[in-house]
């Protein structure tokens, strides 16, 4: 029995080596023989996909209504306030009169500045200057020696200035029948002849005019 027991407690060297070296071998062909398996990672794709949303109600349309021809016609707003005298109600039941009219506008002149309304010129008061009743038997002059001894007679008409005091300052012959009528005129106008002279709103002016003179022989 002690001879079993001795037996039983030794170890051998090589069978262990041994045993070990198999015990590898079957490991390795185990890994070997073991098939790979890969991870397949599964990829999330996010799919967009449009969802037809509901069609609008249709929009009802209604008849349009035909306008009359007052409603068709143009309205042109009147360029003045309303001077009516309409009388409009208040919340307290009062009585309320619309505020007086505005006075018209005055006019706009073309360059842009108003034009102020004003009255229209009065024209002036003119009087023509004429011949002084007080001076009347001057006005004739004296008839000239060869045509009285000749026996003609004539006329002759001649231009006056008369200045402010009446006086002829100027004179020239219009029309004659002769020269010498024309001379005696002339000469008679510039030394004798009186007028009460022109006048423009009653203060007098220098003015123009004409006077004719006729010979005549005494029967």
Do not use: H
């Not at 079993?4 to 090589?14: L, T, V």
Request: hydrophobic share 40%; aromatic share 4%; charged share 20%.
């Amino acid at each position: 029995m002690y001879a079993n027991q001795q037996y039983r407690s030794g170890i051998n060297a090589g069978s262990l080596a041994a045993a070990v070296a198999v015990n590898a071998g079957v490991i390795g062909a185990l890994l070997l023989s073991a098939p790979v398996i890969e991870a397949i990672r599964q990829r999330t794709v996010l799919r967009v996909e449009n969802i037809p949303l509901a069609p609008p109600p249709p929009e009802i349309i209604k008849p349009e209504t035909p306008r009359t021809a007052a409603e068709n016609s143009v309205v042109t707003p009147p360029e003045r306030p309303d001077t009516s005298m309409a009388v409009t109600s208040t919340a307290s039941s009062e009585f309320a009169l619309p505020p007086l009219p505005l006075p018209p506008l005055p006019p706009i002149a073309p360059g842009g500045e108003t034009a102020t309304a004003s009255e229209p010129p009065v024209p002036p008061v003119l009087v023509d200057a004429r011949p002084d009743p007080r001076f009347a038997r001057d006005m004739q002059p004296a008839y000239p020696a060869g045509e009285r001894r000749a026996e003609r007679e004539g006329m002759a008409t001649v231009r006056v200035t008369i200045g402010t005091d009446g006086r002829v300052i100027a004179a020239e012959c219009v029309a004659a029948t002769n020269e010498a009528f024309c001379r005696a005129t002339r000469s008679q106008a510039l030394a004798k002849w009186r007028f009460r002279p022109a006048t423009r709103d009653g203060v007098a002016v220098e003015t123009t005019r004409e006077m004719t003179v006729r010979f005549q022989l005494e029967s």
